[in-house]
């Protein structure tokens, strides 16, 4: 009997999977099965979670939306974000986007909405690279930035530009579930033609009584409200807000002025925040101090920007996805020495501490595991 008879009788589909996977890996050595499998079809490897693209829109101006269909089921919840892995001019690079789909979805499909950052190496070669057939990495789901499991009566959603995918895909989920609670969603664009996927949020506030919309345009005159946001905006769409857990992403401003609207309101812990926007970093210019990368055997002048960009400019090429502090992909140990969080202002120093060097400066001498 072959291994492969043996694995397909084993107890369960994941014994089986996992005594194939070990007779193909006897088989390739000394390489990993996943060599040998790509040349079959990418989405075979079983090192990664892979997805193939099936249709991509670039219709909403600086953004671009994908439709994934990964090779196995990759579960998440609404809200949450996945780590995107795309190789552009033989590089592999990841970055950290938000599914805007239905956590619900019955076909397995991924929608990602993805903002064009004008310095952004992986979101502007998807805008204009990025076509039906070609094979992405997906990693698993990850963050706090959900839905409770039980689900409030009331809800606040506020977005604004591409923050509005965690926010759609809670809508969206919800919608599927039949919710019957009331959701107020107010989204913020530049114009109606800036708003990804607004038909389809206008046919969910259609169909369902309890989920009102509102869009408010910065730029043009013709939304529910208009400019940026204010405290009369959150009155007009939920005057109830104050009694209403709230979920927020998008730019500071918008996310500050949500923050202190709530703050005035006593009402600070219903709210729950992400911003999808790099911190200002403030180069230090009086930076002191020499920042070493013990495994790379590499010291350097602290020059009073972010551990991962001093250990991009050193030659690294760390791990990392977002770049604003939400995947934790970047994450590394900080050998000795002190960090400030750009985000935060708060600074540590404990020897050994794990830290996430997209959002951390060293403060004068410091090494990290790198």
């Given at each position: 009997m072959t291994l492969l008879h043996r694995a397909r009788r084993a107890a369960g589909p994941d014994i089986g999977r996992k005594v194939l996977l070990e007779a193909l890996r006897v088989l390739s050595a000394p390489h990993h099965p996943d060599r040998y499998l790509e040349l079959a079809d990418p989405l075979l490897a079983v090192q990664r979670t892979r997805a193939r693209i099936t249709h991509v829109d670039?219709?909403?101006?600086?953004?671009?939306?994908?439709?994934?269909?990964p090779a196995r089921p990759l579960e998440f919840r609404?809200?949450?974000?996945?780590?995107?892995?795309?190789?552009?001019d033989g590089v592999r690079h990841s970055r950290t986007f938000s599914p805007v789909s239905s956590q619900h979805r019955a076909d397995g499909h991924i929608q990602l909405?993805?903002?064009?950052?004008?310095?952004?190496v992986v979101s502007r070669h998807l805008h204009e690279h990025a076509a039906a057939g070609d094979v992405v990495d997906l990693a698993a789901a990850a963050g706090e930035f959900?839905?409770?499991?039980?689900?409030?009566?009331?809800?606040?959603l506020v977005s604004g530009g591409s923050g509005i995918t965690p926010v759609l895909s809670m809508l969206r989920t919800l919608a599927d579930e039949g919710y019957s609670g009331t959701v107020a969603f107010l989204h913020y664009a530049p114009t109606?033609?800036?708003?990804?996927?607004?038909?389809?949020?206008?046919s969910l506030?259609?169909?369902?009584?309890?989920i009102d919309v509102t869009f408010a345009y910065t730029r043009a005159a013709d939304g529910a409200v208009r400019g940026h946001f204010e405290r009369g905006h959150l009155e007009r769409v939920a005057p109830w807000f104050a009694g209403a857990p709230a979920y927020v992403c998008g730019p500071a401003g918008l996310v500050d002025g949500v923050r202190a609207v709530y703050g005035d309101a006593d009402a600070a812990h219903l709210l729950h925040t992400e911003q999808f926007t790099p911190p200002v970093v403030v180069r230090d210019d009086d930076a002191t101090g020499t920042v070493t990368f013990a495994a790379s055997g590499i010291h350097a002048d602290n020059s009073g920007v972010t551990a991962l960009e001093q250990a991009e400019a050193a030659g690294l090429t760390p791990e990392h996805g977002c770049r604003m502090g939400i995947c934790h992909s970047c994450t590394v140990t900080r050998l000795s020495g002190c960090t400030r969080d750009v985000r935060t202002g708060e600074t540590?120093?404990?020897?050994?501490a794990e830290v996430q060097i997209c959002v951390n400066v060293p403060l004068g001498d410091a090494a990290f595991d790198l």
């Amino acid at each position: 009997m072959t291994l492969l008879h043996r694995a397909r009788r084993a107890a369960g589909p994941d014994i089986g999977r996992k005594v194939l996977l070990e007779a193909l890996r006897v088989l390739s050595a000394p390489h990993h099965p996943d060599r040998y499998l790509e040349l079959a079809d990418p989405l075979l490897a079983v090192q990664r979670t892979r997805a193939r693209i099936t249709h991509v829109d670039r219709t909403v101006p600086g953004s671009v939306t994908l439709e994934l269909r990964p090779a196995r089921p990759l579960e998440f919840r609404a809200g949450q974000h996945l780590q995107l892995g795309v190789v552009v001019d033989g590089v592999r690079h990841s970055r950290t986007f938000s599914p805007v789909s239905s956590q619900h979805r019955a076909d397995g499909h991924i929608q990602l909405t993805v903002g064009v950052r004008p310095d952004g190496v992986v979101s502007r070669h998807l805008h204009e690279h990025a076509a039906a057939g070609d094979v992405v990495d997906l990693a698993a789901a990850a963050g706090e930035f959900c839905l409770p499991v039980q689900r409030p009566e009331r809800l606040v959603l506020v977005s604004g530009g591409s923050g509005i995918t965690p926010v759609l895909s809670m809508l969206r989920t919800l919608a599927d579930e039949g919710y019957s609670g009331t959701v107020a969603f107010l989204h913020y664009a530049p114009t109606a033609a800036h708003v990804p996927h607004r038909e389809s949020i206008e046919s969910l506030a259609g169909t369902h009584p309890g989920i009102d919309v509102t869009f408010a345009y910065t730029r043009a005159a013709d939304g529910a409200v208009r400019g940026h946001f204010e405290r009369g905006h959150l009155e007009r769409v939920a005057p109830w807000f104050a009694g209403a857990p709230a979920y927020v992403c998008g730019p500071a401003g918008l996310v500050d002025g949500v923050r202190a609207v709530y703050g005035d309101a006593d009402a600070a812990h219903l709210l729950h925040t992400e911003q999808f926007t790099p911190p200002v970093v403030v180069r230090d210019d009086d930076a002191t101090g020499t920042v070493t990368f013990a495994a790379s055997g590499i010291h350097a002048d602290n020059s009073g920007v972010t551990a991962l960009e001093q250990a991009e400019a050193a030659g690294l090429t760390p791990e990392h996805g977002c770049r604003m502090g939400i995947c934790h992909s970047c994450t590394v140990t900080r050998l000795s020495g002190c960090t400030r969080d750009v985000r935060t202002g708060e600074t540590d120093d404990e020897p050994g501490a794990e830290v996430q060097i997209c959002v951390n400066v060293p403060l004068g001498d410091a090494a990290f595991d790198l």
